[in-house]
């Protein structure tokens, strides 16, 4: 119950891990997009040796302990011994946006190229043939590959916002500052403070299952009216 | 006669495979020039070069007198557009896709709404603007992909086999589309068939294509006068048979195609001579029943090949031949390969080339 009291409370250090959570996996996605789209688009579209080690590297990085991620980069952006230090990120929002941008990409180049790959072949001639500039036929690519890369980046976000090893080791969990609902969750379920530890899980799921709700009613606002009816 | 397109000793390779070798062509403006020749000859990568969208091993495109480069290829590419054998649509609406390559060209707005409306008018489909491209049938979906062309206006139109998936009845819509635009919009145009019957009928001029080269470019009536000595380097074209003719006592014509397959026609003909038979006039049945038709032959299904809303299969009496079925009863007859069937015609099915 009391969960419940806390979550309707407007307590604002509780909206402060939400709105962290949400700020720093959303940046992390959308820097993680940036970067992956073309290099899914390059994997989808082009051959060239090398390119299934490629993708099967990518593919298997998708299941990397968000803990030895998060190590690795402590080792880098440690002020002391890593290469990195003298960034001044560790335990800052920037390391955690990076880390878990960087924990997200395999996910999302993954995902993003197979729904490249499976638009058809002769989408980017027919572009062609029909006027467009390479550019422009690969825009037409993307927009058939659309629910994919959607997708994509959606699984992205989830990831993002539901993981706690990157964000614990290179966050730091500072109150106010770095922490987000997972890590609270951990610290406070560590300190025997249930009910804001429940709380808090609440709301992460329902951001989780609320931010996925809405993206597929964005795209298909048929849903609502086939609520309730078997699939066919 | 002006050329529009020029081809010189074109040569293109995909590994170690040559797809067109040694390719010399010219394209007249305002004709319709055929290629015919079988699966794989080539047809396909011929037009794909004159697209502009594959650059040739070696060899020199021309087009409207310029040297094609890699550098004005784009610009080549807003005067020349190619309908795929195989019809790919973008996942949106008819009007979507019949305005892509006018959007591309920054055309205005009313511009596109009137254009997008006269070319769906052209393939008869008024009104289907909002219909999802990809929820038509296989004809009306071709059709789409015919408008998405003709909207542009260009010089040169290249038809990959327009006909070779559809039921008869879209099969003459395209054909007589392609006649209406080529005689109204005096666009240029260039079809790959392996349909001996297209091949005679629409086009002004043909070139034979098999293994990649040009083997004889002429005519129409010319190359199909000529053709039946071409034919046994061209047997491949399907239901096309060389034959020797004699006339019966009870007056018919039986064709002898050799292993033991003899056809009867309609016309009377003495000698060796080609035949050709529409898939489509040939009926398929798992039994031989009693009927006008002349020609009953018994044979197995040795190839099944899915094609859109028919289903083309190949059957061996001796020869092959190519039937098409819709695909309501190729389910009802429940046939596979290997499944003994006879396929029958009638005698003034048969038609001589």
């Known amino acids: 119950m009391k969960a419940f009291q806390l979550i309707f409370s407007g307590d604002p250090t509780l909206y402060g891990i939400i709105y962290r959570s949400l700020l720093f996996s959303g940046v992390a996605a959308i820097l993680a997009v940036l970067w992956a789209t073309p290099i899914a688009m390059l994997l989808g579209l082009k051959n060239f040796p090398g390119k299934s080690i490629i993708k099967g590297f990518f593919t298997a990085l998708i299941g990397i302990p968000t803990v030895a991620l998060g190590l690795f980069l402590w080792l880098i952006l440690s002020k002391e011994t890593g290469p990195l230090g003298f960034l001044g990120l560790l335990y800052s929002p920037g390391a955690i946006i990076l880390g878990e941008a960087l924990l997200v990409t395999p996910l999302i180049v993954s995902i993003a190229t197979n729904a490249i790959e499976a638009v058809d072949p002769e989408m980017i001639n027919l572009a062609k043939t029909l006027g467009a500039s390479e550019s422009q036929a690969s825009i037409a690519v993307l927009k058939e590959a659309i629910n994919g890369i959607v997708f994509s980046n959606i699984a992205g976000f989830n990831r993002a916002i539901a993981e706690l090893g990157v964000a614990l080791m290179v966050g730091g969990n500072l109150a106010g500052l770095t922490d987000v609902l997972t890590t609270d969750i951990s610290s406070d379920t560590a300190r025997g403070d249930f009910p804001t530890a429940i709380a808090l899980a609440i709301i992460l799921l329902a951001i989780v299952f609320g931010i996925n709700l809405i993206i597929v009613i964005a795209r298909n606002p048929r849903v609502l009216l086939t609520l309730g009816r078997m699939p066919q | ?353």
Request: aromatic share 6%; hydrophobic share 40%.
């Open chain 2, 1 to 353: 006669m002006t050329v529009l397109a020029e081809l010189k000793s074109l040569t293109q390779c995909f590994g170690n495979r040559t797809v067109l070798d040694n390719v010399t062509l010219q394209i007249q403006q305002g004709e319709i020039l055929a290629l015919l020749g079988p699966n794989g000859s080539g047809k396909t990568t011929l037009l794909k070069v004159l697209a502009f969208l594959l650059k040739p091993k070696s060899g020199e495109i021309r087009f409207q007198g310029e040297i094609v480069t890699d550098k004005n290829s784009e610009r080549m590419r807003l005067q020349s557009a190619l309908v795929f054998q195989r019809t790919v649509l973008f996942s949106t609406s008819v009007f979507n896709n019949v305005a892509y390559g006018l959007k591309m060209r920054k055309t205005p707005k009313p511009v596109i709404n009137e254009e997008v409306r006269k070319a769906l008018k052209l393939v008869k489909l008024e009104g289907f603007e909002k219909r999802s491209a990809k929820k038509l049938s296989g004809g009306e979906q071709q059709r789409v992909a015919l408008a998405r062309a003709l909207v542009l206006k260009n010089r040169l139109l290249l038809l990959d086999e327009p006909t070779a998936n559809l039921d008869p009845k879209n099969a003459s819509l395209i054909e007589e589309i392609i006649l209406t635009v080529n005689r109204e919009l005096k666009t240029t145009i260039v079809m790959a068939t392996h349909n001996m019957f297209e091949a005679k009928t629409i086009p002004h001029r043909v070139a034979l294509i098999n293994n990649g080269r040009i083997t004889e470019v002429g005519a129409t009536s010319d190359i199909f006068t000529k053709l039946s000595r071409n034919l046994a380097s061209f047997a491949a074209v399907e239901n096309t048979f060389l034959g020797t003719a004699r006339i019966t006592e009870a007056g018919t014509t039986i064709v002898d195609v050799g292993n033991d397959v003899q056809i009867e026609t309609a016309f009377a003909k003495q000698g060796e001579t080609s035949v050709f038979i529409s898939p489509q006039d040939i009926i398929l049945s798992k039994k031989p029943f009693e009927s006008s038709a002349r020609n009953v032959l018994m044979g197995r299904i040795n190839q099944i090949s899915d094609i859109g809303s028919l289903v083309k299969l190949t059957v061996d009496v001796g020869k092959p031949f190519t039937v098409q079925i819709t695909k309501r009863s190729f389910g009802e007859m429940s046939l596979n390969l290997g499944a003994e069937v006879f396929i029958i015609f009638k005698a003034s099915s048969v038609q001589e080339i």
